[in-house]
């Protein structure tokens, strides 16, 4: 069937510049460019090229450009290039509309309308340069009560403390599969989070051998398909996370297709090449709270009580009453993800429509629990398409103990946000298990540009937090008077529990 | 974990544990069982079980444990070696993701019974409940396998993707045909055989007739089941098997545009 969309993108090439030397060529995985030896040119195929700008970056004499197709249909506020093509590529294949990474639509965020407070005059702000400043962050069940007793003169904690978990800033890389992505990717994670004092989380497809020595600094996923779930998995990870939704497709499951269950895969997913690895939306052993309590029971069982459990869950629209039962059902560790969460593949439909936005999911669960005097009980990790250390500070003052990020921790890595991770074929080497692509991650480097950073990120959360008279992370948790609102209604102000700037 | 609790509860004798298990908390049974495990301690015996979770969870190592009760859900979860055999009835996610090891139920056993197990088998004499098998998966060297002496409930070997499940149906009357709905619904691979007829299949499987291989494992399988429960193979076996197979191993391979 002849296809009746133009293409996205148009590469322009400066043929003065052009020097023939095919690095474009063997750049793109997509076969954009081909070199015609009879007229010695170099062209393109543009309705091949996502703009990933790997060719525009490694091109030596920077002949490339590459520009959004002029084409454009007549505009139209409702019909918009979008929605067109979207009815023409289904029209043309009678299939489900798959994409990458995290909503790429104007969905009010609200980290852009909450702004910090700073220290002036009447109390003195801290300079992180010369004052200690603690980043440090334990994520854990906390008593409600510490009871010390004196042993021959010194004190001597007698209150048994649930597992906890050590983190030099409140930042973790969150699950990106092996599978979505090949061994390198989990190996730069992995290095980072035990250089820099951090964790990073597998995702549901396992953990390759060759990583079990950064167990200690790793968070074992268990989703619905348990793929990769044996006891020893859950021996060499720091921490288990029971996977029962994702910010970019609640509701629904993960599929990876049997095309990218290679050899190395299969080893890891403990299932055999080229099937479909299913993990459908219910984990079929929980249809209640009582349900889930069930399974952090067995886990907890599993692994002898020594590690947390952490449940994640998509922010939907009753987060907050489900949140309360998972921490009812003992959970230590919550983690919310919002409707701007990244993937590797979700139908485009599901993560531009369904869901609620992180910050409004973070305070209403952060206030529900404190209403039911239990959110000692457990640590909230938000998620969610957090892109600064800016918006960490904020999820913070809004009540997350800590953040998860994989968007940014891609994006450090080479990653531009071109959205084409579901075909397996990222120019840049990350959403991809093919050997000769995945080759692009040198975990050397990788790994260096993730503890940059997050070093980065962790020097700004103490500039600010220095400016607000804060010098420990901990004194920021739920401090929403830090925060204070710009443009938004009485409602959104009150379920964000802030109040309006100026006031 | 403090043993001397345990000092009127259990007795070794030739390196048989016995324990009374009544009313003992889940987490302390667990407890003595990792105890007991691999320190000279062949056979447990565990009796007065009511309802007690997570029974032989994560256990390692080839011990042989007797439990007579009714041990509670997720019998035998993430296990990965030993042996329970069950003198009583089995609840709800008995062999949840089981890696290694051998379950055997004198009665019946509850829904999602060999959830994602991928190694390991399950015998159990009498039905089972609702979505049996699911999830089940072969890999490798392993080969999950599931017997079932009577009938299943709806959604059996639902998301199948290895090993082997069998439903004999023994207490049917003749005639009479399994009534499970959707069977083997999302399967996409492992193989079912079910001895008799059954009224509903899901759509992603196909019924075909057993060949030279097929019979020779199913011999074997009804072998050890009449072996632990009684039966006779040849009695069970001289009846209309049917074999279950996913249609493809990429059911929603054409789901998606470009």
């Given at each position: 069937m002849k296809s009746y969309l133009s293409p996205e993108y148009i590469v322009e090439r400066d043929q003065d510049r052009c020097i023939r030397c095919e690095v474009c060529i063997n750049q793109c995985t997509y076969e954009t460019h081909y070199y015609d030896e009879e007229d010695d040119i170099v062209h393109s195929r543009n309705e091949n090229c996502t703009n990933c700008q790997r060719c525009v970056v490694f091109c030596p004499t920077q002949a490339i450009t590459i520009r959004k197709n002029p084409n454009y249909y007549r505009e139209n506020a409702n019909w918009t290039q979008e929605a067109i093509t979207a009815v023409k590529k289904q029209a043309e294949t009678g299939g489900i509309i798959l994409t990458g990474m995290g909503c790429d639509k104007p969905h009010l965020t609200y980290w852009d309308r909450l702004l910090l407070n700073a220290s002036q005059v009447t109390n003195p702000s801290i300079d992180p340069l010369r004052e200690p400043m603690e980043l440090r962050t334990y994520l854990g069940a906390k008593p409600d009560r510490l009871e010390m007793e004196t042993e021959e003169g010194s004190i001597v904690l007698k209150t048994k403390l649930a597992p906890q978990l050590s983190l030099e800033a409140p930042i973790l890389f969150s699950a990106i599969s092996y599978g979505s992505t090949s061994i390198r990717v989990h190996e730069s994670l992995a290095r980072a989070a035990s250089e820099f004092g951090t964790l990073f989380n597998t995702g549901e497809g396992g953990l390759d051998r060759r990583l079990y020595k950064y167990g200690g600094r790793t968070i074992v996923q268990v989703a619905s398909g348990r793929f990769g779930v044996h006891p020893e998995y859950l021996d060499i990870g720091a921490a288990v996370e029971i996977k029962i939704g994702q910010g970019a497709k609640p509701g629904i499951g993960g599929h990876l297709p049997g095309e990218k269950v290679s050899e190395e895969i299969s080893k890891t997913r403990m299932i055999p090449t080229g099937t479909d690895a299913l993990s459908p939306a219910?984990?079929?052993?929980?249809?209640s709270i009582e349900d889930l309590r069930q399974l952090i029971c067995a886990l907890k069982e599993a692994t002898n009580y020594t590690k947390p459990v952490f449940v994640k869950i998509a922010a939907v629209h009753n987060s907050a009453a489900i949140a309360s039962g998972m921490v009812r059902a003992g959970a230590d560790v919550i983690a919310l993800d919002g409707v701007r969460g990244g993937t590797g593949a979700a139908p485009r439909i599901i993560r531009d429509n369904v869901g609620i936005p992180i910050e409004l999911a973070i305070a209403s669960v952060d206030q529900r629990l404190r209403e039911e005097g239990i959110r000692n009980n457990a640590s909230i990790i938000a998620a969610g398409g957090i892109k600064s250390s800016a918006e960490v500070v904020k999820a913070i003052a809004l009540g997350a103990d800590a953040v998860y990020i994989a968007t940014a921790a891609l994006v450090a890595m080479g990653c531009t946000v071109c959205q084409k991770c579901y075909t397996g074929k990222c120019p840049w080497g990350i959403a991809t298990n093919d050997p000769w692509i995945s080759k692009r991650i040198n975990p050397d480097i990788a790994s260096k540009r993730l503890v940059n950073l997050l070093r980065g990120w962790s020097l700004e959360i103490k500039e600010m937090i220095g400016g607000m008279g804060i010098n420990a992370i901990e004194s920021l948790r739920g401090n929403r008077l830090h925060l204070r609102g710009v443009g938004l209604t009485d409602t959104e102000l009150r379920i964000l529990g802030v109040t309006m700037a100026g006031d | 974990m403090d043993i001397r609790l345990f000092s009127s509860r259990v007795k070794v004798e030739n390196g048989v544990a016995k324990v009374n298990a009544e009313g003992v908390y889940y987490r302390d049974l667990n407890a003595l069982l990792r105890t007991f495990n691999g320190n000279g301690v062949k056979k447990m015996e565990i009796h007065n079980v009511y309802g007690q979770r997570y029974l032989g969870t994560d256990l390692e190592g080839n011990m042989e444990i007797d439990v007579y009760g009714t041990p509670g859900n997720d019998l035998g979860a993430l296990m990965n070696g030993p042996r329970l055999v069950i003198h009583g009835n089995a609840q709800d996610g008995c062999g949840n993701t089981m890696n290694e090891g051998q379950i055997v139920i004198h009665g019946r056993a509850g829904d999602i019974t060999g959830y994602s197990m991928r190694g390991g088998k399950i015998f159990i004499r009498d039905d089972v409940g609702y979505r049996v098998g699911i999830h089940m998966k072969g890999y490798r060297g392993k080969r999950p396998c599931l017997v079932v002496g009577g009938t299943a409930q709806d959604f059996l070997g639902e998301y199948m993707a290895g090993g082997v499940l069998v439903v004999l149906g023994l207490n049917l009357k003749a005639g009479e045909c399994h009534r499970a709905k959707f069977v083997g619904t999302g399967m996409h691979g492992g193989t079912m055989y079910v001895r008799g007829e059954v009224s509903h299949l899901g759509r992603e499987v196909e019924v075909v007739d057993l060949e030279e291989d097929d019979r020779r494992l199913l011999r074997s399988l009804v072998d050890e089941f009449c072996s632990h429960f009684g039966f006779n193979t040849n009695k069970i076996l001289d009846h209309r098997f049917n074999k279950l197979i996913p249609v493809s191993y990429r059911p929603y391979g054409r789901l998606y545009a470009y």
């Open positions: 219910p984990q079929h052993d929980i249809y | -």
